[in-house]
């Protein structure tokens, strides 16, 4: 792939966001995204973990799997190298900040099912991208979701004391808004095609 | 607990995707079109039911530091050995499924139950438990494809319902709309639940 | 029976032991299945594949393979596999198989061009992972035929193809993209556009 490294980075976060572009890594962004902290913790822990698994994922996709033929193994190996690698964001977050740990409760072991780092991971693949490439669309993507949970985040908090019909509190608002700024979004697409 | 109970919770009661807002990733990938929405359900609740059934098997050996990973593995394994039956036996089928592929092995819903339900009681309820939410998942996708493709389309699987004259909004092709057609639905039940609840 | 006051599975070592244990046998399960299977998916793919060429061609088929070796021949350059298509020692054209990036996935088509390398006259999607109901319309029918007699090249330059919304005009180098879908139209125009280039050095054709 020729583009520039940086600007597949830059793309990640802005013109093709994993989650409101492409639409993956919606679950703990709808739940957890109800306080500013957790939102900023558990955005910080998916960067975390999307940043190493994709490179690590490189590799292996590079030097496993395609020398010994068994592509075919792909989604398994990825998918078990983000759930380890998820296991110990855990545990250091667990060390760290028991905090945060019981406030993201059953969402961080979720991470692992988070379709966004399965789904950049795959993408590295597709796109063929080189090790610098495949590690800053990791990071970028990362930063992407991060801003994502983060702005929704910040829109709930803010209208948290607006009236709301009793049927939309929570997941309905936060489903409206996030097709709000998904629609936004769209208006990114086509100034920098990464794919 | 008796089946019938634990099926209604998973499918109604706690329904996946409106009550515990899980699988909504594939919930706007494959509404686009009713077709898509039924073959990702029978994916779903195939690999719930088996995968909930196995991990409820092994639940007193997983060790608690790993279960992330061994979950992750056997939901995977699952997904993918269906995928490659399908691409050998049912090649048709297969081609309507493979992009699902990835998609089925991180559905939220599959991983949730485990942990949920699986972990904690006996292989046959836990295999009634996946397939309730399955199916409750299932009828969720069918209920807001049911108007994308409508409205989208003028079609319904497939067929041509609403004729030349109907000007096909764009926008229930696109998946913002399946943001604003499930918080619509969340509305639709949530709301008279929730009086029913502050009263 | 006397057990010791640490069971089996309190040892240190046990979550790795059995993570090792149940990953060998579901990655065994998978890698049976695969290689059980692996042989039939594989013939049923060139199966078609074959298929496809000939009706890329015309040629009608009664016995698949003995036709495919009587009007078709494979070539190999570089990593770049063709076919040749003759009928009575006349070159009927040059099918290329191509692949190349889509929107969620790898697109494997097939490209026809006539003799002289001037024009397209075929498009055949032979596997392609794009949005089902939206990406996944290439395989449509009305999609591909769009690529049937295309110029591609005009007093000695290479024109290059251009899509435009659906219901649109689509003669000259318009080709109609799929409403909601530009990302993966605009994929198997590029496929095309970068194939031919290719050729076009490949066979040091002097085109502009």
Redesign the interface.
Known sequence: MELNAFIIFIAAIFTSNILLTNFLGMCSFLSVSREVESSLGLGLAVFFVLTFTTAINYLVYHFILIPLNIIFLQYIIFIIIIAAFVQLTEMVIERFSPVLYYTLGIFLPLITVNCAILGVSLFMVIRQYDFLQSVLFGAGSGIGWLLAILALAGIRQRVRYNFVPIGLQRAGLSLIITGLMALGFIGFSGIVVIQ | MIKKEIFVTSAITENSV?KQ??????A???T??M??SLVMGLGVIFTLALSGFTISL?RK???K??????Q???I??Y???VD??L??YF?EISK?L??????I????I???RA?AFAGKNDPLDSMIDGIGAGVGYTMVLLLISFFRELFGFGTLFGFQVLGEWWP?W?IM????????M??LL??????????KR?N | MEKGNRNFSDRRFYPVFFMIIISIFFIGLLATFYYFTYEKIENYRITNKKRDILDLFSIPISDLNSDFDDYIKEKRVNDQVYYIATRDSVILGYCYEINGEGLWGTIKALLVFDPEFKSLQGLEILEQNETPGLGGRITEKWFKDQFKDRDLVKNNKIISLQLVPEGEDNTGNKINQITGATSSSRAVVRLIDKEFAKIVQQRDLNYD
């Open positions: 409106w807002i899980l699988g909504i990733c594939s706007l990938a494959v686009n079109l077709l898509n092994l050996f997983i060790p530091r790993i279960r992330m990973m061994i992750t593995l056997i995977a394994s997904v993918i050995i490659i039956f691409k050998a090649p309507a493979g992009p699902y592929v990835g998609l092995i991180t559905n939220c599959i991983m949730g942990e096909k764009s092709v696109m998946a913002p709309s399946a943001f604003f499930l918080a969340i509305w639709v039940i949530e709301g008279p639940l929730a009086k502050v």
